[in-house]
T-cell receptor
Framework: NAGVMQNPRHLVRRRGQEARLRCSPM?????VYWYRQLPEEGLKFMVYLQKENIIDESGMPKERFSAEFPKEGPSILRIQQVVRGDSAAYFC??????????????FGPGTRLTVL | SQQGEEDPQALSIQEGENATMNCSYK?????LQWYRQNSGRGLVHLILIRSNEREKHSGRLRVTLDTSKKSSSLLITASRAADTASYFC???????????FGTGTSLTVIP
């Protein structure tokens, strides 16, 4: 059973370009979460999605950032017009259940975004 | 903010010694989890403890939870060089199952 997969592992973009980060959850998991880890800091929640629905995007910047989890295919975190401050590691996690029956979140290896 | 805060920020011990890390949080939780992150790698889930549990064991790991003090501790016994990593506690939002992480404890185990 493959774990959570993220690609690319490393992404370099110039200021103003777009960054697309992909996440494939574990088999049987329909809940996906994105976290950002700035250098020397802990992980911060960004967004929680189920298939075709954004459940909670309270941690995501209002501008330039968007996320989707289509019926088919991986979840995508999209950052438009990247700035240097977007340089960070972006982690995706998936879980089986939701709501009050809280389940373990399993993390992918992360995508390290560097904005030049 | 519900974010967990780990203490100490950095810990250096000799191989074979025990390592204790603490985590404090601010609001009530359903669960608390501990994760390990090796340098430059993703997070690895270590253990989940529910709010109605006080202690949990997994191999050389022992986690305690004191909801009255809003704190948890992770004990690694008989440490090994391979335990060198950053350790994070994560608390849930109490309304969903997204987790909030602290800044982590950086553990170095010296061979």
């Amino acid at each position: 059973n493959a774990g959570v997969m993220q690609n690319p592992r490393h992404l370099v973009r110039r200021r103003g370009q777009e960054a697309r980060l992909r996440c494939s959850p574990m088999k049987g998991h329909s809940h996906v979460y994105w976290y950002r880890q700035l250098p020397e800091e802990g992980l911060k929640f960004m967004v929680y999605l189920q298939k075709e629905n954004i459940i909670d995007e309270s941690g995501m910047p209002k501008e330039r950032f968007s996320a989707e989890f289509p019926k088919e295919g991986p979840s995508i975190l999209r950052i438009q017009q990247v700035v240097r401050g977007d340089s960070a590691a972006y982690f995706c996690a998936s879980s089986r259940t939701s709501g009050r029956a809280v389940d373990t979140q399993y993390f992918g290896p992360g995508t390290r975004l560097t904005v030049l | 903010s519900q974010q967990g805060e780990e203490d100490p920020q950095a810990l250096s011990i000799q191989e074979g010694e025990n390592a204790t890390m603490n985590c404090s949080y601010k609001t009530s939780i359903n669960n608390l989890q501990w994760y390990r992150q090796n340098s430059g790698r993703g997070l690895v889930h270590l253990i989940l403890i529910r709010s109605n549990e006080r202690e949990k064991h997994s191999g050389r790991l022992r986690v305690t939870l004191d909801t009255s003090k809003k704190s948890s501790s992770l004990l690694i016994t008989a440490s090994r060089a391979a335990d060198t990593a950053s350790y994070f506690c994560a608390t849930d939002a109490n309304t969903g199952n997204q987790f909030y992480f602290g800044t982590g404890t950086s553990l170095t185990v010296i061979p």
